[in-house]
Protein backbone atom coordinates (compact mmCIF):
# COMPACT_ATOMS: atom_id res chain seq x y z
CA UNK A 1 0.00 0.00 0.00
CA UNK A 2 1.05 3.69 -0.89
CA UNK A 3 3.02 4.76 2.38
CA UNK A 4 1.49 8.07 2.32
CA UNK A 5 -2.20 6.85 2.03
CA UNK A 6 -1.72 4.70 4.91
CA UNK A 7 0.25 7.49 6.83
CA UNK A 8 -2.92 9.54 6.78
CA UNK A 9 -5.77 7.15 6.83
CA UNK A 10 -4.31 3.91 8.55
CA UNK A 11 -4.35 3.13 12.64
CA UNK A 12 -3.23 5.20 14.90
CA UNK A 13 -0.78 4.86 17.49
CA UNK A 14 -1.58 4.44 20.80
CA UNK A 15 0.66 7.47 21.74
CA UNK A 16 0.69 10.91 24.01
CA UNK A 17 -2.99 11.30 24.60
CA UNK A 18 -4.41 8.25 22.96
CA UNK A 19 -2.08 6.02 25.26
CA UNK A 20 -4.81 6.98 27.91
CA UNK A 21 -7.89 5.66 26.45
CA UNK A 22 -8.27 1.71 27.05
CA UNK A 23 -8.22 -0.39 23.97
CA UNK A 24 -9.00 1.90 21.58
CA UNK A 25 -7.41 1.53 17.91
CA UNK A 26 -9.01 4.18 15.16
CA UNK A 27 -8.05 4.82 12.20
CA UNK A 28 -5.70 8.47 11.76
CA UNK A 29 -8.47 10.84 10.67
CA UNK A 30 -10.20 12.89 13.72
CA UNK A 31 -13.54 14.10 13.73
CA UNK A 32 -14.26 18.13 13.64
CA UNK A 33 -17.59 18.21 12.67
CA UNK A 34 -20.82 16.02 10.77
CA UNK A 35 -23.60 17.19 9.04
CA UNK A 36 -26.43 14.92 7.13
CA UNK A 37 -24.81 12.05 5.81
CA UNK A 38 -21.34 13.40 5.84
CA UNK A 39 -18.28 13.42 8.20
CA UNK A 40 -15.44 16.26 8.11
CA UNK A 41 -12.05 15.48 9.81
CA UNK A 42 -9.95 18.17 11.21
CA UNK A 43 -7.83 18.15 7.95
CA UNK A 44 -11.16 19.48 5.87
CA UNK A 45 -11.91 15.80 4.57
CA UNK A 46 -15.16 15.13 3.78
CA UNK A 47 -16.91 11.80 3.89
CA UNK A 48 -20.14 9.55 3.66
CA UNK A 49 -21.22 7.93 6.69
CA UNK A 50 -21.70 4.35 4.73
CA UNK A 51 -23.10 2.76 7.53
CA UNK A 52 -24.87 5.16 9.84
CA UNK A 53 -21.95 5.05 12.46
CA UNK A 54 -22.36 1.69 14.21
CA UNK A 55 -25.52 0.65 12.45
CA UNK A 56 -27.29 3.40 14.39
CA UNK A 57 -27.59 6.46 12.93
CA UNK A 58 -30.68 6.38 11.03
CA UNK A 59 -31.38 10.19 11.05
CA UNK A 60 -28.91 13.02 9.66
CA UNK A 61 -25.76 14.39 11.42
CA UNK A 62 -26.71 17.36 13.01
CA UNK A 63 -30.01 18.09 12.55
CA UNK A 64 -30.55 21.47 14.14
CA UNK A 65 -34.61 20.15 15.44
CA UNK A 66 -32.77 17.65 17.63
CA UNK A 67 -30.72 19.83 18.80
CA UNK A 68 -33.17 22.39 19.50
CA UNK A 69 -35.21 19.58 21.85
CA UNK A 70 -32.12 18.40 23.76
CA UNK A 71 -31.39 22.14 24.71
CA UNK A 72 -34.62 22.82 25.93
CA UNK A 73 -35.11 20.23 27.95
CA UNK A 74 -31.55 21.39 29.92
CA UNK A 75 -32.81 24.49 30.14
CA UNK A 76 -35.33 22.59 32.41
CA UNK A 77 -33.44 19.94 34.45
CA UNK A 78 -30.80 17.36 33.13
CA UNK A 79 -32.32 15.13 35.59
CA UNK A 80 -35.21 13.77 37.18
CA UNK A 81 -35.31 12.53 40.75
CA UNK A 82 -36.52 9.02 41.14
CA UNK A 83 -38.98 10.25 43.79
CA UNK A 84 -40.84 12.59 41.17
CA UNK A 85 -42.49 12.03 38.15
CA UNK A 86 -40.52 12.53 35.12
CA UNK A 87 -42.53 14.09 32.17
CA UNK A 88 -40.36 13.34 30.11
CA UNK A 89 -40.26 10.18 30.19
CA UNK A 90 -43.72 9.64 30.47
CA UNK A 91 -43.95 11.65 26.77
CA UNK A 92 -41.56 9.29 25.80
CA UNK A 93 -43.03 6.20 26.67
CA UNK A 94 -46.78 7.62 25.45
CA UNK A 95 -45.13 8.14 21.81
CA UNK A 96 -43.37 5.30 21.53
CA UNK A 97 -46.48 3.10 22.14
CA UNK A 98 -48.24 5.40 19.57
CA UNK A 99 -45.82 4.11 16.62
CA UNK A 100 -45.63 0.38 17.81
CA UNK A 101 -47.91 -2.18 15.73
CA UNK A 102 -50.03 -4.31 17.50
CA UNK A 103 -50.51 -4.04 21.60
CA UNK A 104 -47.09 -3.62 22.41
CA UNK A 105 -48.10 -0.67 24.47
CA UNK A 106 -45.97 0.20 27.35
CA UNK A 107 -41.92 1.28 27.80
CA UNK A 108 -39.00 0.71 29.69
CA UNK A 109 -36.08 2.87 28.74
CA UNK A 110 -32.45 2.45 29.24
CA UNK A 111 -29.48 4.09 28.46
CA UNK A 112 -28.41 0.97 25.58
CA UNK A 113 -29.08 -1.64 23.52
CA UNK A 114 -27.23 -4.11 25.89
CA UNK A 115 -29.12 -3.07 29.00
CA UNK A 116 -32.28 -3.26 26.90
CA UNK A 117 -31.52 -7.00 26.54
CA UNK A 118 -30.84 -7.37 30.23
CA UNK A 119 -33.50 -6.00 30.84
CA UNK A 120 -36.07 -7.88 28.76
CA UNK A 121 -34.49 -11.45 29.89
CA UNK A 122 -34.82 -9.93 33.51
CA UNK A 123 -38.33 -9.31 32.28
CA UNK A 124 -39.39 -12.67 30.68
CA UNK A 125 -38.29 -14.31 33.92
CA UNK A 126 -40.50 -12.24 36.79
CA UNK A 127 -43.08 -12.41 34.03
CA UNK A 128 -43.54 -15.97 34.60
CA UNK A 129 -42.81 -15.73 38.17
CA UNK A 130 -45.83 -13.48 38.66
CA UNK A 131 -48.20 -15.90 36.57
CA UNK A 132 -47.22 -19.22 38.75
CA UNK A 133 -44.26 -20.97 36.29
CA UNK A 134 -41.44 -20.32 39.03
CA UNK A 135 -39.33 -22.91 36.84
CA UNK A 136 -39.10 -20.86 33.50
CA UNK A 137 -35.64 -19.56 33.44
CA UNK A 138 -33.94 -20.62 30.35
CA UNK A 139 -33.36 -18.52 27.19
CA UNK A 140 -33.50 -20.43 23.72
CA UNK A 141 -31.31 -17.91 20.75
CA UNK A 142 -29.50 -18.48 17.89
CA UNK A 143 -26.23 -19.87 16.90
CA UNK A 144 -23.83 -17.05 15.35
CA UNK A 145 -26.35 -14.30 16.99
CA UNK A 146 -25.37 -11.14 18.73
CA UNK A 147 -27.48 -9.20 21.46
CA UNK A 148 -24.91 -6.83 23.12
CA UNK A 149 -21.40 -6.77 25.44
CA UNK A 150 -22.98 -6.62 29.04
CA UNK A 151 -22.79 -10.86 30.45
CA UNK A 152 -26.42 -11.24 30.49
CA UNK A 153 -26.07 -10.42 26.86
CA UNK A 154 -23.09 -12.54 25.96
CA UNK A 155 -24.78 -14.89 27.39
CA UNK A 156 -27.70 -14.94 24.92
CA UNK A 157 -25.31 -14.58 22.15
CA UNK A 158 -24.32 -17.57 20.16
CA UNK A 159 -20.65 -16.89 18.86
CA UNK A 160 -17.49 -18.03 20.55
CA UNK A 161 -15.71 -14.89 19.56
CA UNK A 162 -16.89 -12.46 22.23
CA UNK A 163 -17.29 -14.96 24.91
CA UNK A 164 -14.13 -16.99 25.19
CA UNK A 165 -12.58 -14.58 27.39
CA UNK A 166 -15.16 -14.65 29.86
CA UNK A 167 -16.86 -18.16 29.66
CA UNK A 168 -16.56 -19.02 33.64
CA UNK A 169 -19.48 -15.99 33.81
CA UNK A 170 -21.23 -17.62 30.89
CA UNK A 171 -25.21 -18.98 31.43
CA UNK A 172 -25.56 -22.05 29.44
CA UNK A 173 -28.90 -21.12 27.50
CA UNK A 174 -29.50 -23.50 24.75
CA UNK A 175 -29.04 -22.14 20.83
CA UNK A 176 -29.98 -23.32 17.85
CA UNK A 177 -29.25 -22.75 14.23
CA UNK A 178 -30.92 -19.44 12.20
CA UNK A 179 -32.28 -19.52 8.80
CA UNK A 180 -29.48 -19.19 6.17
CA UNK A 181 -28.98 -18.16 2.79
CA UNK A 182 -26.56 -20.93 2.69
CA UNK A 183 -29.02 -24.30 3.25
CA UNK A 184 -27.03 -27.34 3.64
CA UNK A 185 -26.72 -29.02 0.20
CA UNK A 186 -30.17 -30.43 -1.31
CA UNK A 187 -31.89 -27.71 0.80
CA UNK A 188 -33.31 -24.45 -0.37
CA UNK A 189 -33.68 -21.81 2.04
CA UNK A 190 -37.40 -22.41 2.75
CA UNK A 191 -36.64 -25.97 3.70
CA UNK A 192 -33.93 -24.65 6.09
CA UNK A 193 -36.49 -22.12 7.88
CA UNK A 194 -38.67 -24.86 8.73
CA UNK A 195 -35.78 -27.15 10.03
CA UNK A 196 -34.88 -24.07 12.10
CA UNK A 197 -38.23 -23.93 13.49
CA UNK A 198 -38.21 -27.86 14.20
CA UNK A 199 -34.99 -27.27 15.60
CA UNK A 200 -36.85 -24.99 18.57
CA UNK A 201 -39.26 -27.07 19.38
CA UNK A 202 -36.43 -29.80 19.29
CA UNK A 203 -34.24 -27.49 22.04
CA UNK A 204 -37.88 -26.62 24.06
CA UNK A 205 -38.21 -30.82 24.29
CA UNK A 206 -34.57 -31.08 25.64
CA UNK A 207 -34.65 -27.78 27.70
CA UNK A 208 -37.63 -29.26 29.02
CA UNK A 209 -40.85 -27.01 28.38
CA UNK A 210 -41.08 -26.10 31.99
CA UNK A 211 -37.96 -24.40 31.82
CA UNK A 212 -37.93 -22.30 29.17
CA UNK A 213 -39.32 -18.50 29.59
CA UNK A 214 -38.44 -17.50 26.10
CA UNK A 215 -36.91 -17.63 22.38
CA UNK A 216 -35.06 -14.49 21.55
CA UNK A 217 -33.96 -13.72 17.63
CA UNK A 218 -33.16 -10.36 15.55
CA UNK A 219 -35.33 -10.12 12.98
CA UNK A 220 -32.76 -10.78 10.55
CA UNK A 221 -29.74 -12.76 10.81
CA UNK A 222 -26.62 -12.40 12.28
CA UNK A 223 -23.25 -14.45 12.05
CA UNK A 224 -22.02 -15.47 8.51
CA UNK A 225 -25.55 -14.39 6.97
CA UNK A 226 -26.00 -11.40 8.46
CA UNK A 227 -28.43 -8.94 6.86
CA UNK A 228 -30.31 -12.79 5.75
CA UNK A 229 -34.30 -11.85 5.74
CA UNK A 230 -36.26 -15.58 6.62
CA UNK A 231 -39.47 -16.17 4.81
CA UNK A 232 -42.36 -14.90 6.81
CA UNK A 233 -43.52 -18.49 7.03
CA UNK A 234 -40.50 -19.10 9.80
CA UNK A 235 -41.50 -16.11 11.92
CA UNK A 236 -45.24 -16.81 11.74
CA UNK A 237 -44.33 -20.73 13.39
CA UNK A 238 -41.71 -19.23 15.47
CA UNK A 239 -45.16 -17.24 17.43
CA UNK A 240 -46.92 -20.30 17.00
CA UNK A 241 -44.42 -22.16 18.61
CA UNK A 242 -44.24 -19.92 21.18
CA UNK A 243 -47.55 -20.11 21.88
CA UNK A 244 -47.75 -24.02 22.14
CA UNK A 245 -45.59 -23.80 24.92
CA UNK A 246 -45.84 -20.80 27.03
CA UNK A 247 -42.76 -19.47 26.01
CA UNK A 248 -42.33 -15.48 25.54
CA UNK A 249 -41.16 -14.65 21.53
CA UNK A 250 -38.39 -11.55 22.20
CA UNK A 251 -37.59 -9.16 19.00
CA UNK A 252 -34.24 -7.72 19.43
CA UNK A 253 -34.91 -5.08 17.07
CA UNK A 254 -31.56 -2.81 18.42
CA UNK A 255 -30.38 -2.36 14.72
CA UNK A 256 -33.95 -3.10 12.36
CA UNK A 257 -35.72 -0.81 14.39
CA UNK A 258 -37.31 2.76 13.94
CA UNK A 259 -37.42 3.12 10.24
CA UNK A 260 -33.87 1.05 9.32
CA UNK A 261 -35.79 -1.84 6.95
CA UNK A 262 -38.80 0.65 5.30
CA UNK A 263 -41.27 0.10 8.57
CA UNK A 264 -41.56 1.26 11.84
CA UNK A 265 -40.20 -1.87 13.02
CA UNK A 266 -38.72 -5.01 10.77
CA UNK A 267 -41.37 -7.66 12.76
CA UNK A 268 -44.10 -5.52 10.71
CA UNK A 269 -42.81 -6.88 7.68
CA UNK A 270 -43.53 -10.49 8.56
CA UNK A 271 -46.88 -9.44 10.49
CA UNK A 272 -45.78 -11.22 13.70
CA UNK A 273 -46.16 -9.89 17.11
CA UNK A 274 -43.63 -10.25 19.51
CA UNK A 275 -44.33 -10.52 23.51
CA UNK A 276 -41.39 -8.12 23.91
CA UNK A 277 -39.60 -5.67 21.51
CA UNK A 278 -35.81 -4.35 22.08
CA UNK A 279 -35.16 -1.63 20.79
CA UNK A 280 -31.24 1.19 20.66
CA UNK A 281 -29.24 2.85 18.50
CA UNK A 282 -32.02 4.52 16.16
CA UNK A 283 -34.19 5.90 19.33
CA UNK A 284 -31.90 8.71 19.49
CA UNK A 285 -29.89 8.10 16.00
CA UNK A 286 -27.25 7.93 19.01
CA UNK A 287 -27.68 12.05 19.99
CA UNK A 288 -28.02 10.24 23.38
CA UNK A 289 -27.98 7.07 24.90
CA UNK A 290 -30.82 5.59 25.36
CA UNK A 291 -32.39 1.79 24.74
CA UNK A 292 -35.73 0.63 25.45
CA UNK A 293 -38.14 -2.06 25.69
CA UNK A 294 -41.29 -2.05 24.16
CA UNK A 295 -43.97 -4.89 26.07
CA UNK A 296 -47.30 -6.21 25.08
CA UNK A 297 -50.42 -5.65 26.90
CA UNK A 298 -50.27 -9.80 28.07
CA UNK A 299 -46.63 -9.13 29.16
CA UNK A 300 -47.34 -5.52 31.15
CA UNK A 301 -50.49 -7.52 33.09
CA UNK A 302 -49.20 -8.98 36.30
CA UNK A 303 -47.43 -5.29 36.65
CA UNK A 304 -50.12 -3.57 35.58
CA UNK A 305 -52.37 -5.04 38.22
CA UNK A 306 -49.07 -4.44 41.16
CA UNK A 307 -46.59 -6.25 40.60
CA UNK A 308 -43.19 -4.46 40.91
CA UNK A 309 -40.42 -5.12 38.25
CA UNK A 310 -37.75 -5.92 40.16
CA UNK A 311 -34.64 -3.58 37.99
CA UNK A 312 -33.67 -0.01 37.38
CA UNK A 313 -30.76 1.72 36.64
CA UNK A 314 -29.43 5.20 37.38
CA UNK A 315 -30.02 6.46 33.85
CA UNK A 316 -32.77 5.02 32.71
CA UNK A 317 -35.62 7.20 30.85
CA UNK A 318 -32.71 9.65 31.44
CA UNK A 319 -34.67 13.19 30.56
CA UNK A 320 -32.14 14.63 27.60
CA UNK A 321 -32.21 10.91 26.10
CA UNK A 322 -36.01 11.40 26.12
CA UNK A 323 -36.37 14.61 24.66
CA UNK A 324 -33.92 13.28 21.87
CA UNK A 325 -35.81 10.03 21.33
CA UNK A 326 -39.10 12.18 20.92
CA UNK A 327 -37.85 14.49 18.27
CA UNK A 328 -36.29 11.76 16.72
CA UNK A 329 -39.93 10.04 15.86
CA UNK A 330 -41.77 13.40 15.34
CA UNK A 331 -38.84 14.14 12.57
CA UNK A 332 -39.51 10.38 11.00
CA UNK A 333 -43.18 11.05 10.76
CA UNK A 334 -43.15 14.59 9.40
CA UNK A 335 -40.30 14.49 7.01
CA UNK A 336 -41.51 10.97 5.68
CA UNK A 337 -38.34 8.85 6.18
CA UNK A 338 -40.03 5.42 6.79
CA UNK A 339 -41.49 5.99 3.38
CA UNK A 340 -38.45 7.27 2.18
CA UNK A 341 -36.15 4.26 3.97
CA UNK A 342 -38.56 1.88 1.96
CA UNK A 343 -38.03 4.02 -1.84
CA UNK A 344 -34.61 4.85 -1.28
CA UNK A 345 -33.73 1.59 0.26
CA UNK A 346 -35.18 -0.65 -3.01
CA UNK A 347 -33.10 1.91 -4.92
CA UNK A 348 -29.79 1.10 -3.24
CA UNK A 349 -30.35 -2.69 -3.48
CA UNK A 350 -31.09 -2.30 -7.43
CA UNK A 351 -28.08 -0.91 -7.90
CA UNK A 352 -25.95 -3.21 -6.20
CA UNK A 353 -25.33 -5.19 -9.48
CA UNK A 354 -22.67 -3.14 -10.72
CA UNK A 355 -20.51 -3.87 -6.95
CA UNK A 356 -21.47 -7.63 -6.99
CA UNK A 357 -19.26 -7.93 -10.65
CA UNK A 358 -16.73 -7.42 -8.50
CA UNK A 359 -15.07 -11.03 -8.15
CA UNK A 360 -14.64 -10.27 -4.51
CA UNK A 361 -18.40 -9.65 -3.54
CA UNK A 362 -20.07 -13.07 -2.70
CA UNK A 363 -23.27 -11.24 -2.12
CA UNK A 364 -25.74 -8.67 -0.74
CA UNK A 365 -28.60 -9.50 1.35
CA UNK A 366 -30.78 -7.17 3.52
CA UNK A 367 -33.91 -4.99 3.55
CA UNK A 368 -34.67 -1.26 3.64
CA UNK A 369 -31.83 1.12 4.14
CA UNK A 370 -29.85 -2.32 5.70
CA UNK A 371 -27.37 -4.04 2.60
CA UNK A 372 -24.65 -5.60 4.03
CA UNK A 373 -22.13 -7.22 1.51
CA UNK A 374 -19.65 -9.94 1.67
CA UNK A 375 -16.14 -9.92 0.72
CA UNK A 376 -14.35 -13.34 -0.20
CA UNK A 377 -10.81 -13.95 -1.79
CA UNK A 378 -12.67 -15.84 -4.43
CA UNK A 379 -16.49 -15.82 -4.69
CA UNK A 380 -16.33 -19.16 -7.06
CA UNK A 381 -14.77 -20.97 -4.11
CA UNK A 382 -15.69 -18.96 -1.37
CA UNK A 383 -11.96 -19.10 0.26
CA UNK A 384 -12.05 -16.14 2.98
CA UNK A 385 -9.27 -13.67 3.58
CA UNK A 386 -6.89 -15.12 6.43
CA UNK A 387 -6.93 -13.16 9.61
CA UNK A 388 -3.39 -12.43 9.51
CA UNK A 389 -3.74 -10.25 6.20
CA UNK A 390 -5.22 -7.46 7.22
CA UNK A 391 -7.83 -7.03 4.21
CA UNK A 392 -10.12 -4.92 6.75
CA UNK A 393 -7.27 -2.79 7.11
CA UNK A 394 -6.24 -2.49 3.87
CA UNK A 395 -9.90 -1.49 3.13
CA UNK A 396 -10.72 1.02 5.04
CA UNK A 397 -7.50 2.90 4.26
CA UNK A 398 -8.75 3.14 0.96
CA UNK A 399 -12.57 3.45 1.86
CA UNK A 400 -11.42 6.57 3.63
CA UNK A 401 -9.04 7.73 0.57
CA UNK A 402 -11.79 7.79 -0.88
CA UNK A 403 -14.24 9.42 1.05
CA UNK A 404 -16.43 6.64 2.85
CA UNK A 405 -16.44 5.62 6.46
CA UNK A 406 -16.89 2.02 6.90
CA UNK A 407 -18.48 -0.13 9.90
CA UNK A 408 -16.69 -3.74 9.38
CA UNK A 409 -16.66 -5.91 12.37
CA UNK A 410 -15.22 -9.32 10.83
CA UNK A 411 -11.50 -9.04 12.31
CA UNK A 412 -11.37 -5.47 13.68
CA UNK A 413 -8.25 -5.04 16.40
CA UNK A 414 -7.45 -8.58 17.96
CA UNK A 415 -10.34 -9.51 17.40
CA UNK A 416 -11.10 -13.20 16.05
CA UNK A 417 -12.60 -14.08 12.41
CA UNK A 418 -15.96 -15.75 12.28
CA UNK A 419 -16.85 -18.66 11.36
CA UNK A 420 -17.26 -19.48 7.66
CA UNK A 421 -17.95 -15.46 7.18
CA UNK A 422 -16.36 -13.14 4.34
CA UNK A 423 -15.44 -9.81 5.33
CA UNK A 424 -18.52 -7.62 5.94
CA UNK A 425 -19.11 -4.35 4.42
CA UNK A 426 -22.35 -2.38 5.98
CA UNK A 427 -24.12 -0.65 3.81
CA UNK A 428 -26.35 0.74 6.21
CA UNK A 429 -26.90 4.61 5.55
CA UNK A 430 -29.02 6.99 7.05
CA UNK A 431 -32.96 6.61 6.52
CA UNK A 432 -32.78 10.36 5.29
CA UNK A 433 -30.24 9.41 1.88
CA UNK A 434 -31.47 10.51 -1.70
CA UNK A 435 -31.10 8.57 -4.68
CA UNK A 436 -28.28 11.23 -5.84
CA UNK A 437 -26.37 10.43 -2.37
CA UNK A 438 -26.56 6.47 -3.22
CA UNK A 439 -25.01 6.86 -6.58
CA UNK A 440 -22.40 8.86 -5.11
CA UNK A 441 -21.95 6.39 -2.75
CA UNK A 442 -21.53 3.13 -4.98
CA UNK A 443 -19.56 4.72 -7.00
CA UNK A 444 -16.57 5.81 -4.32
CA UNK A 445 -17.41 2.23 -3.12
CA UNK A 446 -16.94 0.97 -6.45
CA UNK A 447 -13.63 2.74 -6.67
CA UNK A 448 -12.87 1.23 -3.09
CA UNK A 449 -13.30 -2.12 -4.43
CA UNK A 450 -11.46 -1.72 -7.35
CA UNK A 451 -8.51 -0.25 -5.88
CA UNK A 452 -8.68 -3.39 -2.76
CA UNK A 453 -8.83 -6.08 -5.49
CA UNK A 454 -5.54 -4.87 -6.95
CA UNK A 455 -4.05 -4.89 -3.24
CA UNK A 456 -4.63 -8.11 -2.31
CA UNK A 457 -4.01 -9.49 -5.55
CA UNK A 458 -7.73 -10.12 -6.86
Known amino acids: ?47 IDVSGGPIAINLGHGDKRINEAIAKQLEKFAYCHPMLSSQPRAELCERISQITPWDLNTVFPVSGGSLAVETAIKLARQYHTETGNDQKYKIITCHESY ?29 IHQPSSRPPAGMSTEEYAGFCNYELEEAIHYAGERHVAAFMATPVSAGEDYGFVAPKEYWQKVREICDKYNILFIADEVVTGFGRTGKWFCMEHFDVKPDIMITGKGITSLYAP ?51 SAEVGSYLHSQAERLLKHPIIAGKRGIGMLMPLELVMNKETMEFFPQGAQA ?22 RRPAAHKRGL ?17 MLDRLDTTLTEFEAEVGV
Request: aromatic share 10%.
Open 290 to 340: MGAVIVSDKVNEPFAKGAAFVHGFTNQGHPIACAAAKAVIDIIEEDGLIEN
Open 1 to 47: MNPEIEEKFGPRKLEDMWSHVLSYHPFKPVLDRAEGIYLYDTDGNRY
Open 392 to 413: EQKLQILALKNGLVLYSTLYGP
Open 424 to 440: PVFVFPQICITSEQVDD
Open 147 to 175: HGMTLGALSAAGGPGSQSKFMPYMHPWPH
